[in-house]
């Protein structure tokens, strides 16, 4: 395939995609998702959870910009790494956050309140997760919406808020049953 073939071919794909076509997305996803996995995969040193979110939220901005890709400037997959990497440069600063906190928290120099409640508790885990997990967390439990209102609201599917609400959950419960720990052995 020449590449003023693939060009056109991305053109075509965004133009459709833009008009709301499912099978131009789909095509677009065949075609660079395994190579966007496989890039921040290795970004992320392998941690699959990392790697999974980051995608997810890599396509979900494709999908809110997608009217900035320019296929005469570069191709789908480069501009998909392109997103990838910011979103990895962000997730890798809220990571040196947590680790310079647990840090504290390990040196004694951080040290919680004696007597924490179980909603300081609660408060203090929901604070230490990703923003995108507090707010689905919130929204869900907080404000007691429903998953397809919380799809509503956000502009996306039911499918996509289900599967974030399952890893937020998973990463609470990991986080508090590690604070329970800590809480326990003083």
């Not at 919406?145 to 609400?165: C, D, F, H, P």
Request: proline share 2%; charged share 25%.
């Amino acid at each position: 395939m020449s590449s003023d073939f693939l060009d056109e071919d991305e053109h075509a794909l965004r133009t459709a995609a833009l008009s709301g076509d499912e099978t131009a997305w789909r095509v677009l996803y065949e075609r660079h998702f395994n190579a966007l996995f496989a890039h921040v995969h290795r970004e992320t040193m392998c941690d699959l959870h990392r790697t999974q979110e980051i995608v997810q939220d890599c396509w979900l901005v494709a999908v809110k910009k997608m009217r900035a890709f320019d296929p005469a400037k570069g191709n789908f997959g480069v501009w998909l790494c392109g997103i990838a990497d910011r979103l990895l440069a962000n997730d890798r600063r809220r990571w040196a956050r947590r680790n310079r906190l647990n840090h504290e928290i390990a040196a004694g120099t951080a040290i919680a309140p004696p007597a924490m409640g179980e909603g300081e508790r609660f408060a203090l885990v929901l604070g230490s997760l990703p923003d995108r997990y507090q707010i689905v967390l919130r929204a869900k439990y907080e404000q007691e919406q429903s998953v397809a209102e919380i799809a509503r609201t956000w502009g996306q599917n039911v499918k996509t808020v289900e599967s974030l609400l399952t890893r937020a959950r998973a990463a609470f419960r990991q986080a508090f049953a590690q604070l329970e720990q800590e809480h326990t052995k003083s």
